[in-house]
C-alpha cells in the first residue's frame, strides 16, 4: 500500500481532523451532562444534520445501494418508508420528548426518562429498558464495525481483522476525548460530506455511461424488471420495507438528539433541514446502486468486487472514476456515515451503562468527573462487545441493521409514542409493552423468518397492544404523575402558540 497515494492522504486527514475537532470538545466538557448530552444546547441546523448522520450509518451508502444494485428500484421502498417514518418522528416526537425529558427531572437518558414518567421507585422500567438498549445497539454497533473494516479493508488492502479494529480505534478516540458534543460536531461536518458524495456519485457515473439514452436498456439486460418498483416483489415485502419507518419512534440515538436541542423552538426547522437532507441522500444512494447496475454491465472487466460483495459498489464506482484526490474525499463520506452512527451508539450505550445502572445503583453519590470517565471505559467496553460481535467478514451491514433497527422499533417505539400522548398510560403498561415488543422481535427473526414479514411489524403491533389493554386493566397514574404530564404538554403548547 502507497501511504503517498493522494486518496489515501486525503483520507487520512480527515480521521485527523476529527480526532481534532474532539479535542476541542474536551475544552468543552464540564461536567457529565456536557458529555451525554451537550448541555441541551444544540441549535436547529446541528440538531438536523447530526441527527440526520448519526440516523443513516454505513448502511446509507454501503447497504441500501448494494441492495438497489442486486435487485433494483423494489428495494427503494425501504427509503420511502424511512423518510415517512422521519417525518412522523420529527412532527409527532421531537418536540415533545424535549419538553417531557426536562420536566421528568431533567432526564438525560431514555431509561432516566421512564423511570420519571411513570413514577418508578422500584427502578424495574430502568433496568429492563437499559437491559434492552444494550442487546440491541450490541448488534447496532457491530453493523458499523463491519462496515468501517469493509472501506479500510478497501482502501489500505488490509486484512478484514486489522481493518476492523483499525476502523474501530477511529471512532473511539473521539468519542472518548470529546463526548456528545465532539459527536453533534463531527456529525454535522459528516452530514455535509455525505449528501456531497451522494449527489456527486450518481452524476459522474451517469455521464461516465457516454450513451446516457440507453441507460434503462442496459439496466434491464443486466436485470429484468430492475426498473420496476412492483415487479417480483410481494405485498408483504412491500409491508416489510415500509415498515422500517415505524423503527424511527424507538431509536435512542436519534432521540437524543431531540432531547439535546437547546429549545424546542428549534425543532420546526430543525425538520425541515432534516428532512430535505435525507430525501437528497436518500435519492443518491439509490441512484448509486441503480445507474451502478449499467456501468458494471459495460464494463464487467471491473465488476469482480462488486460481484464478490455488492455492498461495495459505492466505494468501487468513486475509486474507478474520480481524481484520487477527490476520491479520497469522497470515500470518507463513508467513514463519515459510519462514524456518525457508530459513535452515537457507542455513546448511548456508555450513558447507560453509567447514568442507568453505575450511579443508580453502584455510585449514586459519584462525582462528576468520575461519571464522566466512567462513561469512558464504558465506550471502550461496548466497542470490543462489539468488534467481537463483527468478526466474521462475512457479515452483511443490512442484515445486522435489520434487527437492531426493529428490536428498538418494537421495544421503544409504542411506549415513546404512548409516553407523549397518552397520560393514562401505567408503569406496568409501558414495562409489558416493552418486553412483548423487543421478544416478539427475537422470536419472529429466529423462527418466523420464512414468513417473509419483517419482524418490527408483528413486534410494534404487539407492543402497542399490550401497553394499551395493561394500562386500562391497572389502576389509574398517581396524581404526581399525571400532573408532571400535564405541565410538560402546557408547556409544550405553550412553547408552540409562540413560534
Not at 418508508?81 to 431533567?106: C, D, F, M, P, S
Not at 413514577?119 to 442487546?135: E, P, T
Not at 449514586?364 to 469512558?376: I, P, T, Y
Request: charged share 10%; aromatic share 12%.
Amino acid at each position: 500500500m502507497d501511504y503517498l497515494n493522494p486518496t489515501v492522504v486525503t483520507f487520512l486527514f480527515y480521521i485527523v481532523a476529527m480526532v481534532c475537532i474532539g479535542l476541542y470538545a474536551y475544552q468543552r466538557t464540564t461536567n457529565f451532562s456536557d458529555y451525554i448530552l451537550g448541555g441541551r444546547s444544540l441549535g436547529s441546523f446541528v440538531t438536523a444534520l447530526s441527527a440526520g448522520a448519526s440516523d443513516m450509518s454505513g448502511w446509507l451508502l454501503m447497504g441500501l445501494p448494494g441492495a438497489i444494485f442486486i435487485t433494483g428500484l423494489s428495494e427503494s421502498w425501504i427509503a420511502i418508508g424511512l423518510i415517512v417514518g422521519a417525518w412522523l418522528n420529527w412532527y409527532l416526537v421531537a418536540g415533545r420528548l424535549r419538553v417531557h425529558t426536562e420536566i421528568q427531572n431533567n432526564a438525560l437518558t431514555l431509561p432516566d426518562y421512564f423511570t420519571g414518567r411513570f413514577g418508578d421507585k422500584k427502578k424495574i422500567l430502568r433496568i429492563i429498558s437499559a437491559l434492552v438498549i444494550l442487546i440491541f445497539f450490541a448488534i447496532y454497533c457491530a453493523s458499523g464495525m463491519v462496515a468501517g473494516a469493509r472501506l479500510f479493508e478497501s482502501i489500505f488492502g488490509m486484512s478484514y481483522t486489522t481493518a476492523l479494529w483499525v476502523s474501530a480505534i477511529a471512532t473511539m478516540s473521539y468519542v472518548c476525548i470529546g463526548g456528545f458534543l465532539a459527536i453533534s460536531w463531527t456529525d454535522t461536518f459528516q452530514a455535509g460530506l455525505m449528501i456531497f458524495a451522494l449527489l456527486l456519485a450518481p452524476i459522474m457515473t451517469y455521464l461516465a455511461l457516454g450513451d446516457t439514452g440507453q441507460v434503462t436498456q442496459i439496466i434491464e439486460v443486466a436485470r429484468p424488471h430492475a426498473s420496476n418498483m412492483f415487479t417480483g416483489i410481494s405485498t408483504i415485502a412491500i409491508i416489510s420495507s415500509l415498515a422500517w419507518g415505524l423503527g424511527y419512534f424507538g431509536q435512542p440515538h436519534i432521540l437524543i438528539r431531540f432531547m439535546a436541542a437547546d429549545s424546542v423552538r428549534s425543532i420546526p426547522n430543525a425538520r425541515r433541514i432534516g428532512m430535505a437532507w435525507m430525501i437528497l441522500c436518500l435519492g443518491g444512494a439509490v441512484a448509486v446502486g441503480y445507474i451502478g447496475i449499467a456501468y458494471f454491465q459495460l464494463h464487467p472487466e471491473l465488476a469482480a468486487a462488486v460481484t464478490q460483495n455488492p455492498e461495495t459498489v459505492f466505494m468501487e464506482l468513486t475509486k474507478i472514476l474520480f481524481n484520487p484526490w477527490i476520491a479520497g474525499v469522497v470515500l470518507a463520506a463513508i467513514l463519515a456515515a459510519v462514524m456518525s452512527t457508530l459513535s452515537c451508539q457507542l455513546l448511548v450505550c456508555s450513558t447507560t451503562l453509567t447514568e442507568d445502572l453505575y450511579k443508580a445503583f453502584l455510585r449514586k453519590d459519584a462525582s462528576q468527573n468520575e461519571l464522566v470517565w466512567v462513561g469512558r471505559l464504558m465506550v471502550l467496553a461496548i466497542a470490543v462487545l462489539a468488534i467481537s460481535l463483527a468478526m466474521n467478514p462475512e457479515s452483511k451491514v443490512l442484515g445486522l441493521v435489520s434487527y437492531a433497527w426493529a428490536g428498538f422499533g418494537a421495544a421503544f417505539g409504542p411506549l415513546i409514542l404512548l409516553s407523549l400522548f397518552w397520560k393514562r398510560m401505567t408503569l406496568n403498561g409501558a414495562l409489558v409493552g416493552m418486553i412483548v415488543g423487543a421478544l416478539t422481535v427475537i422470536i419472529w427473526k429466529n423462527t418466523m423468518s420464512a414468513v417473509g414479514l419483517y419482524e418490527i411489524v408483528p413486534g410494534f403491533i404487539l407492543s402497542f397492544i399490550s401497553i394499551i389493554v395493561v394500562s386500562l386493566m391497572d389502576k389509574a397514574p398517581s396524581e404526581e404523575v399525571t400532573e408532571r404530564f400535564e405541565t410538560a404538554e402546557q408547556l409544550y403548547d405553550h412553547e408552540m402558540k409562540n413560534l
